[in-house]
């Protein structure tokens, strides 16, 4: 099985614990994270949406920008949910019965090019093994000047007391707890070795610039989690 297939069937296996698993392990940050993120993304965009979430998971990050956009008079004409875990998409259409999923991968959206406004990938793209693939597939349906929006676990900083207990939490008892919820010790492993894995958020800064131009880069919960907004150039 090729490696980004078993990522796939991992999400599998974990989907119908993940959410109960999200909410304790991030003590409810993950929530607030994306919340932030919506409204900073908003600030660049009109009135009038065409949303697709990649990697959507569960349906969280579209239950947020459902959410926020009514507090700003956004109105989303159209939102779609893409994942290629067919056990996360189950229990995404659970939550949200209304919203539009398709199983397919960031790297071969099966979407019509220049069609939405705003993509965003909340804690996928890390997961994703043809990453610059998935990146240009973005590009190509973002209509022109669209915005990216990426919320991801990038590599972290070295040194200090802060990064000694973050470090600490993810190596050890992220597993350990993740591992007791899920009843899967191997997913809840693999997180934080896929952080290790990823780029620095320098490095994805310039990744992202083949394609898109930085509007906005800011990190949460010393530094845990890195947002980054883009314009298609």
């Known amino acids: ?29 993950d929530v607030s994270w994306r919340k ?53 998409l189950e229990v995404a259409k659970k939550k949200i019965p209304k919203a539009s999923f398709i199983q397919a991968k960031a790297q071969e959206l099966p979407l019509e090019s220049e069609s939405a406004d ?13 990453r610059k693939e998935a990146i240009k597939e973005f590009a190509r349906v973002l209509k022109k000047h669209g915005i990216l929006l990426v919320l991801e676990f990038t590599k972290r900083e070295q040194g200090g007391f802060i990064a000694a207990c973050r470090d600490f939490y993810l190596k050890n ?7 007791f919820i899920s009843k899967n010790y191997s997913a809840y492993e693999y997180l934080p070795n896929s952080i290790d894995d990823f780029l620095s958020k320098e490095e994805f800064i310039k990744e992202l610039s083949e394609h898109f131009e930085m509007l906005e880069y800011k990190s949460f919960s010393f530094g845990v989690c890195s947002m980054f907004i883009a314009r298609k150039k």
């Open 118 to 130: 705003i993509i965003s990938i909340s804690y996928g793209i890390r997961n994703v093994v043809d």
């Open 1 to 29: 099985m090729q490696k980004q297939e078993k990522i796939v069937k991992m999400f599998d296996d974990i989907a119908p614990t993940y959410d109960k698993a999200n909410r304790i392990l991030s003590f409810g940050s």
């Open 173 to 179: 008892v992220l597993p350990k707890v993740g591992g």
């Open 36 to 88: 932030k993120a919506c409204m900073s993304v908003f600030k660049f965009c009109n009135n009038e949406l065409d949303i697709v979430d990649v990697a959507c998971g569960t349906g969280d990050m579209i239950i947020e920008w459902q959410n926020q956009a009514l507090k700003v008079n956004k109105n989303i004409t159209s939102i779609k949910g893409v994942d290629p875990s067919a056990g996360m």
